[in-house]
C-alpha cells in the first residue's frame, strides 16, 4: 500500500509526511473534507503541529487526497487499530516482548505465536509494524503468561528472529 501512496505524492516530501502521520493515527478523510479518528474531528491545525508543518499544507494535502480516485478509496476507510497496551503492559501484570526478524519472511507471526501457545502463554495485544513505512520494523506482543529462558531460548532459535528484548 505505501508504495502505490508514496507515488502519488512525487516530489513532495511534506505532504508525504502528513500522509504517513494520517496513516499511523488511522486518520480519515470526511466526506466534508474534514479529518476524523473514527467520528472525531481532527482539526487541520492539530495534525500540522503534530507532522511541524504549516495548516494550509495540510488542508492542500487533503484536497489532493480527495482529487485522486485510488487516495480517496483509501483515506475516506482508513480507521486506527486501536490503543496499544505496550506502554501499560507491565501495570497490568502483562509482559511485552519486541522481536527483530526479517519483515518480510513469510510466517514470523505464525512460528512465534506457535512457540508461545506451546508453553501456554496468551498473547493480549500484537503489533506488527510495516516494514515499507519503517525499515526496522519490529513484531511487538503483549503476553501474559511465564516467559522463562526456555521460552526466550527457543523463540530466539527460530530462523527469521534476529534478537528478542523481554520488558517486564
Known amino acids: 500500500m505505501w ?8 516530489r513532495q516530501k511534506v505532504r508525504l509526511e502528513i500522509v504517513r502521520k494520517m496513516i499511523e493515527l488511522g486518520i480519515r478523510t470526511g466526506e466534508d473534507d474534514r479529518l476524523y479518528v473514527r467520528d472525531v474531528e481532527i482539526g487541520f491545525s492539530a495534525l ?11 488542508k492542500q494535502t487533503v484536497s489532493q487526497i480527495k482529487k485522486s480516485e ?12 486501536g490503543a496499544s497496551l505496550v506502554p ?24 512465534v505465536t506457535k512457540v508461545l501457545a ?12 510495516d516494514p515499507d513505512m519503517n525499515p526496522d520494523a519490529r513484531l511487538t506482543l503483549v503476553v501474559e503468561g511465564n516467559l ?20 517486564k
Open 88 to 111: 501499560i503492559a507491565s501495570k497490568l501484570g502483562y509482559s511485552t516482548l519486541v522481536i527483530e526478524a526479517d519483515p518480510r519472511a513469510a510466517g514470523v507471526i505464525s512460528t
Open 48 to 58: 500540522a503541529r503534530a507532522v511541524g508543518v504549516d495548516r494550509r499544507v495540510v
Open 3 to 10: 508504495s502505490s501512496v508514496r507515488s502519488q505524492f512525487p
Open 148 to 167: 522463562t529462558g526456555d521460552v526466550i531460548a527457543e523463540l530466539e532459535r527460530l530462523t527469521p528472529v534476529k534478537s528478542i528484548t523481554v520488558r
Open 118 to 129: 506451546d508453553y501456554s502463554i496468551v498473547i493480549r495485544q500484537a503489533l506488527a509494524e
Open 70 to 81: 485510488a487516495l480517496k478509496e483509501i483515506f475516506s476507510m482508513m480507521t486506527p487499530a
